[in-house]
């Protein structure tokens, strides 16, 4: 590589690092808002004693430097399915063809993917609220007045933040990563105004203090690392979002700007509630000079704003994965930018957030409170993320049973510890995280059985193909000029469409195209494996289409590159046939009558078939059809 391409190359590095500071940081970035004055402020808060704050923030110090800077850059980030990463994408990788009607492991593994990706929707509702809430509290820092504005303001910043979904984050998403430059930047300024009333906190990064913390007083001790949690709750989303990214920018912005930062604010806060304890109420605003608040607060907002938008596209992307991969039933999904195919907005999704986001801060009413709401769902999802990368690291890693045990049960030790703190919070909010995820997994659980009965039902109605071809051999049908293409889930039989067609209208097109369209467990298929064709009789062919779980599926254009020699056809002249079935709940073996239920509303509600798949309407003829589950 010449010098000028190096330079080059290393500038679109630095690019795509400052990206990530807007995109992939935003969570963890707003957690110094809330985490110290969770351990030192409030009806459970620890006694501002020396020993005590020295060994919150060791706790702190070695939870971002083990948990982030060890587990996640070194080690989860190397688990990526062709370059994309999250929990979904993890458990396609560890068992490919696992389904949930399996045993053993393989149905394990689908499980516990389904549960970390239910709990990140959770993580998606609540992260909006505490960090848009904990940036507007430091109104009150400035003066009490805005106390009963707090809540009012805070929803008109959300509703704003969703109202913008729409247009796309491809407008605004420059200005993004300067925003949060400017964020670490003046966080790690604050930090060092702080640590200069008190530089001995600094001793806070032998973990000595930390073992002393919990000699001194284990079981509180162990209660604040539900508070302590809060400074790595980012850590999912670093992995989730690395496909946007990639490794190596993802871990330059972490390392260069991100954890200096981070570690800054929280020594400087520290130092501070040694110097003066009643800043405990709000350390953070009270680190910065009185004439610093207001504009202070507009950034913070901003910041929040942003680490918003990261869980929010998250979820879209999430979504996405889940509709695709059978989870979730089809729904609609907007392209919001011509280059960035990771740019999506989900409607149904976007609105459904927003109305639990304003529930909760309704309902909480500070950040506080929904700090207790929080760490439940992303602390579980780390577990199971933690599980799943041992899996991982032994069949792809080819690690002995001993060398994974050996790096994984560390970690294990230590995000249990933390899942088990945060439980200690469901009573006093952690019980919505994981009711939304309870909700979600019966969601997915159910279209994903619902789909599996259906295809069995309709698989034991259908006439397999070798006996249709040669009952149209023995008796040969009318051919009218034009392609039928019979979409089908299952190629080995035949489509009741094609059926009711041939009864009711006794002809068949020259040429008959079966067509079934399949989601592989990687994130993009190649376009040289996009199909496969076979021709079955004369005029009758069966086509696969292949798609990634992030791929946006589009029927009509793998048509146009489809083989000439294969099949010939004029576009305008293809007629599309589809089966829309109308499911009805009955007590025959498969599901509880009452998920049969539920799964028929979703299958009624589901996106149609041709939107999902991008065929003209013009050209589509549906066939309904009653299904008994």
Not at 545 to 574: Q, W
Request: positive net charge.
């Amino acid at each position: 590589m010449n010098h000028s391409a190096a330079a080059s190359n290393r500038s679109y590095v630095y690019t795509l690092a400052l990206g990530a500071l807007g995109v992939v940081f935003g969570d963890i970035g707003t957690s110094p808002l809330y985490s110290m004055r969770e351990a030192f402020h409030g009806p459970h808060a620890l006694a501002l004693t020396h020993g005590n704050v020295l060994g919150v923030l060791s706790l702190i110090f070695w939870s971002l430097v083990l948990m982030i800077s060890g587990w996640y850059l070194m080690y989860v980030m190397r688990c990526d399915n062709r370059g994309e990463g999250g929990i979904l994408a993890l458990m396609s990788l560890v068992e490919p063809k696992a389904q949930l009607t399996g045993r053993g492991r393989g149905r394990w593994v689908v499980l516990m993917g389904l549960a970390g990706a239910a709990l990140l929707y959770g993580d998606g509702i609540i992260t909006p609220a505490i960090s848009v809430l904990g940036a507007i509290e430091g109104l009150t820092v400035v003066t009490p007045v805005f106390e009963p504005y707090v809540v009012p303001l805070s929803i008109l910043v959300l509703f704003a933040v969703f109202w913008q979904q729409r247009r796309g984050t491809a407008t605004i998403g420059a200005i993004f990563g300067p925003v949060l430059l400017l964020w670490f930047i003046v966080m790690a300024v604050l930090g060092l105004r702080g640590l200069l009333r008190h530089p001995g906190v600094l001793a806070a990064a032998n973990p000595i203090h930390a073992i002393l913390f919990f000699k001194a007083n284990p079981w509180l001790a162990f209660m604040s690392l539900g508070v302590v949690f809060l400074v790595v709750t980012g850590g999912e989303a670093l992995y989730a979002d690395m496909g946007h990214f990639g490794r190596k920018p993802i871990r330059m912005a972490w390392f260069a700007v991100v954890l200096p930062a981070l570690l800054l604010n929280y020594f400087g806060q520290g130092a501070l509630l040694l110097d003066n304890p009643s800043a405990a109420e709000n350390p953070f605003f009270l680190l910065a000079p009185a004439w610093s608040r207001y504009p202070l607060v507009v950034l913070a907002t901003f910041a929040a704003a942003i680490a918003s938008q990261a869980l929010i596209s998250g979820a879209y992307s999430l979504t996405r994965q889940a509709v695709a991969l059978g989870y979730l039933p089809r729904m609609t999904i907007n392209h919001t930018s011509k280059e960035e195919i990771g740019q999506i907005y989900v409607p149904f999704v976007n609105w459904a957030l927003l109305i639990m986001t304003i529930f909760l801060v309704v309902f909480f009413k500070s950040s506080s409170a929904i700090a207790a709401a929080y760490g439940v769902a992303v602390t579980t999802t780390m577990v199971l993320t933690t599980i799943l990368v041992y899996f991982y690291a032994r069949d792809h890693w080819r690690w002995t049973k001993l060398s994974a045990i050996a790096i994984v049960a560390p970690i294990l030790v230590i995000t249990m510890a933390f899942c088990g703190a945060s439980m200690m919070k469901i009573p006093h909010g952690g019980w919505f995280a994981l009711l939304v995820g309870a909700a979600i997994m019966i969601l997915m659980t159910t279209w994903r059985r619902g789909r599996a009965i259906l295809a069995e039902r309709l698989r034991s109605r259908a006439m397999p193909l070798a006996t249709f071809i040669a009952n149209i051999k023995k008796e040969p049908p009318t051919r009218v000029p034009g392609m039928a293409i019979f979409m089908t889930s299952a190629l080995d039989g035949v489509p009741p469409a094609l059926l009711h067609n041939l009864r009711h209208n006794k002809v068949l097109h020259e040429q008959v195209v079966l067509m079934t369209v399949q989601t592989q467990e990687v994130p993009y298929v190649p376009r040289e494996e996009r199909y496969q064709v076979v021709q079955v009789s004369p005029g009758i062919f069966t086509m696969t289409v292949r798609y990634g779980f992030m791929d946006t599926p589009n029927v009509p254009a793998v048509l146009l590159r489809c083989d000439a020699e294969h099949i010939k056809f004029d576009a305008s002249e293809v007629t599309y046939f589809l089966g829309r079935e109308t499911v009805l709940a009955t007590s025959r073996p498969g599901m509880a009558i009452w998920r049969e239920k539920l799964f028929s509303f979703m299958s009624a509600n589901a996106q149609r078939a041709t939107t999902y798949f991008q065929i003209p309407s013009t050209q589509v003829v549906e066939i309904g059809l009653q299904v008994e589950l």
